[in-house]
């Protein structure tokens, strides 16, 4: 009792001024870029919905009169125990008129012959097997040098997609003929397996889907999700196709932007995947995710930023704010600390647990607020709730760990080329081209 007494009257004499100076860290980046930015931005993407809705209801009718052949690539190893429900839910979709190819990168399991029963079954059109593992970049360019479709979708086998996703997916490019691809919303599907899957699901919700909305908006969307994501088939034989990984997702969308093209998020394109439910396992994904933007972003693609013939400004400001945000300000969070440690040792009892309530209390804000513009709302409120108050540990101590132990092993040592995600003669190759 006597500790939230002085608490409390810490919290009641700080003034404005100082209650800014004390947080600044939340008040200037955090609340800053992560609330107001992509609050304004979205409410703005409400609010002129109704401008667009001649526009894209034109769209979809233009691409009904025309019914183009998609080609729907699924590449992947030892998914076989995925692709008879991902094949027989494809037949629901509201738009038939496409050709689904598996790609096996070297199975061990019973993808081939389960894979081949399908082909016989008619479930899948084209089905084409490594016998040696290269990785899901070399398996997703297989697939797309043996598609025929005017749009690539790349999926993921393990996800769920809604019975539109397919026509929601492709319709952005009848009313938008400078887009090069396409990036539906994925969503988690096994939130309630544990409480790692949990908090992804509000990741995944509010920092992500709304996140990607607001980036789109501002023409600065910087990955298409390997789960579920369509492309020009001529955008990508202009660029090549996929470069080896990982982070992929990234650099496609990247190569795709750096031809001229423009990149849209489609909320209404809606895909359930699921998530890792071990924090070990999510640490592992993560570390790979947070090398891609060192390896791609701060290297492979540095030339977004030199006053070229190609060089585009909103290439130049994705870059940007991609790199501020997530490296610069993640390493700047330490110097924040180091501020607390030097300036308020003796507030730090008081300090940490206010950081802990502000993050909170904004987390609760932003959920609601959020779900005004949300398209669906596959999670209840409620649920969420419960595990809100563990979000400023997960964002703010958790992932910005992973994120710096990352950025730290690329940085110094390049260990994206060591990751077992890729085979280590795909990563070698890669390593000496510079990709």
Not at 11 to 17: A, E, G, Q
Not at 206 to 212: A, F, K, M, V
Not at 222 to 243: E, M, N, T
């Amino acid at each position: 009792m006597e500790y939230l007494d002085e608490f409390f009257n810490y919290i009641s004499s700080v003034s404005p001024s100082k209650l800014v100076r004390v947080f600044w860290f939340f008040f200037f980046f955090e609340f800053v870029r992560f609330f107001l930015v992509d609050f304004t931005t979205v409410l703005l993407w409400k609010i002129t919905a109704v401008f667009r809705k001649k526009r894209v209801k034109e769209g979809r009718n233009l691409f009904w009169a025309e019914k183009p052949l998609i080609s729907i690539i699924v590449p992947g190893k030892n998914e076989g125990k995925h692709i008879f429900k991902l094949a027989n839910s494809l037949k629901e979709q509201t738009y038939q008129n496409f050709e689904l190819i598996v790609i096996d990168d070297g199975s061990d399991d019973e993808t081939k012959s389960i894979c081949n029963s399908l082909k016989k079954n008619g479930l899948i059109d084209i089905f084409l097997s490594n016998d040696v593992r290269g990785g899901k970049a070399s398996a997703a360019n297989l697939g797309l040098r043996y598609s025929s479709g005017k749009y690539i979708i790349h999926m993921d086998a393990d996800c769920s997609y809604d019975r539109d996703a397919v026509e929601n997916i492709i319709v952005p490019f009848y009313y938008n003929e400078k887009l090069g691809a396409v990036g539906g919303d994925v969503q988690v599907r096994n939130y309630r397996e544990s409480l790692c899957a949990s908090l992804q699901a509000i990741e995944y919700t509010d920092t992500i889907s709304i996140g990607r909305i607001s980036q789109s908006q501002l023409g600065i969307y910087r990955i298409i999700s390997g789960a579920f994501g369509a492309f020009k088939k001529d955008a990508l034989d202009s660029v090549g196709g996929w470069d080896i990984g990982p982070g992929l997702d990234g650099d496609i969308t990247v190569k795709v932007r750096k031809m001229g093209y423009e990149i849209h998020f489609e909320p209404t394109a809606i895909c359930q995947t699921n998530v890792p439910v071990t924090f070990k396992a999510l640490t592992k994904q993560r570390l790979r995710w947070d090398k891609s933007l060192i390896r791609f972003r701060v290297r492979k693609h540095r030339d977004v930023f030199y006053p070229n013939e190609s060089f585009r400004i909103s290439n130049f400001v994705s870059f940007v704010e991609n790199i501020t945000y997530s490296l610069v300000l993640n390493f700047k969070w330490y110097f924040y600390l180091i501020d607390m440690v030097l300036n308020y040792t003796s507030r730090l009892v008081f300090i940490i647990p206010m950081n802990f309530i502000l993050y909170t209390i904004n987390n609760y804000f932003k959920f609601i607020v959020f779900s005004l513009f949300r398209e669906r709302k596959n999670v209840k409120a409620e649920y969420f709730m419960l595990y809100m108050p563990l979000m400023a540990l997960y964002f703010g101590y958790y992932l910005r760990l992973v994120r710096t132990y990352a950025y730290l092993q690329e940085l110094i040592f390049r260990r994206s080329y060591e990751d077992s995600w890729n085979p280590e003669k795909s990563s070698r190759q890669a390593k000496s081209l510079k990709l």
